[in-house]
């Protein structure tokens, strides 16, 4: 039996999930602000976060928490500065799909935890 068959699993309404996380990089997500500063090709290269999304049941592939937990939302705000209107775009598509994968959940909810903490 491999390393990988050998980790915790959750299960999930027939939904299988692994219990470790993978970084992301931040640039995959399409979440990089409008407008980068050339600052010699950094803010190019991709970020790396452990705070990505584990689909479909939104928790926070670093700390298991609802997506996007504390830690994230201190990230986006960091990479979004100068670009506030393109993070809420961003966050909207998010609750977009997240809608789609979390039907359970009552949609004032998901505005919140996706939406309502950009105020």
Do not use: N
Request: overall charge positive; aromatic content about 6%.
């Amino acid at each position: 039996m491999s390393a990988r068959e050998k980790r915790p699993l959750h299960r999930l309404s027939g939904v299988v999930v692994a219990d470790h996380a993978v970084p992301m990089p931040v640039s995959g997500l399409g979440d990089q602000p409008a407008g980068a500063v050339d600052d010699g090709g950094a803010a190019r290269r991709p970020r790396m976060t452990m705070h990505g999304p584990v689909l479909p049941i939104w928790s926070c592939g670093g700390c298991h928490t609802p997506w996007p937990c504390r830690a994230r939302q201190r990230e986006l705000r960091a990479e979004f500065d100068d670009a506030p209107i393109s993070l809420a775009l961003y966050l909207g598509a998010q609750l977009v799909r997240a809608s789609e994968d979390l039907t359970w959940v009552p949609a004032d909810a998901l505005h919140r935890r996706f939406l309502g903490w950009l105020r």
